[in-house]
């Protein structure tokens, strides 16, 4: 069996990417900004309810393509582009799959979840924005949303972060995740599309090759990805 990726490995996984692409250790990450500087071809577009996305590559690794579902919220989408990143970066034995949430979840999704929660929230980052007031006795709504804002991560992801870094408190994570985080957001004046789906049909990378068409003709689903891996490989 594969032992599970610590959360330092991580951490250091998620400091060395952002290194590779010229981020420093602590800044929010703009992903797509991310994707097109690594190359990775992304297509936004509807996938069935439980899935997240799906990643691949050529076999020479040359060329690197991620689907995400824009049914997602865009918070939970930047997510998912950090878990794909590491099966692309750092998967020992990359299977293809689609990353979804209904499955009991195999150790390579949960590694894949604990990179794409450090390299989005890194913990240096996180705790420069938090008052010191605060770190001592409990972060307020205030901050957490803040934070959400900052890092444009789902609320869900940055309770758990926080929780992970114990920064909250377990008694209070049920009773926080349960906020009508858009009703707050909006309240405390806040942009909401970080808690909305969209980016339908949004197309990132410049191939202008046989790849862009294929995503563009819808000829790459869930079901036809292995069919694009080998037309792409095949093709070149
Ligand atoms: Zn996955």
């Known amino acids: 069996m594969t032992k599970r990726l610590l959360k330092e490995q991580a951490a250091n996984l998620a400091l060395r990417l952002r290194i590779d692409a010229g981020l420093n250790e602590n800044e929010p990450i703009h992903m797509k900004g991310l994707l097109l500087k690594l190359g990775v071809l992304t297509r936004y577009r509807p996938l069935s309810e439980t899935a997240y996305g799906l990643s691949l590559q050529t076999s020479d690794k040359r060329?690197?393509?991620?689907?995400?579902?824009?049914?997602?919220?865009r918070g939970r989408q930047h997510f998912t582009a950090a878990h794909e990143l590491f099966h692309l970066y750092f998967d020992a034995s990359p299977t293809p799959h689609v990353c979804r949430s209904d499955v009991e979840k195999p150790q390579s999704e949960r590694d894949a979840d604990t990179f794409a929660s450090c390299l989005l929230m890194p913990a240096q980052g996180i705790l420069g924005e938090v008052p010191q007031t605060e770190l001592k006795t409990a972060i307020s709504v205030a901050t957490l949303l803040r934070l959400e804002q900052l890092f444009a991560v789902s609320h869900e992801a940055m309770v758990y972060r926080l929780r992970s870094l114990s920064l909250i408190a377990e008694s209070d994570v049920a009773k926080l995740l349960n906020l009508a985080i858009i009703d707050v957001a909006r309240a405390n004046g806040y942009d909401v599309?970080?808690?909305?789906?969209?980016n339908e049909n949004v197309t990132l990378g410049d191939f202008g090759s046989n790849a862009r068409k294929l995503f563009e003709q819808e000829k790459i689903s869930e079901g036809h990805y292995f069919e694009l891996l080998n037309q792409i490989s095949g093709g070149e």
């Open 63 to 73: 060329h690197k393509f991620m689907l995400i579902n824009s049914n997602s919220t």
């Open 193 to 198: 599309s970080l808690y909305k789906s969209g």
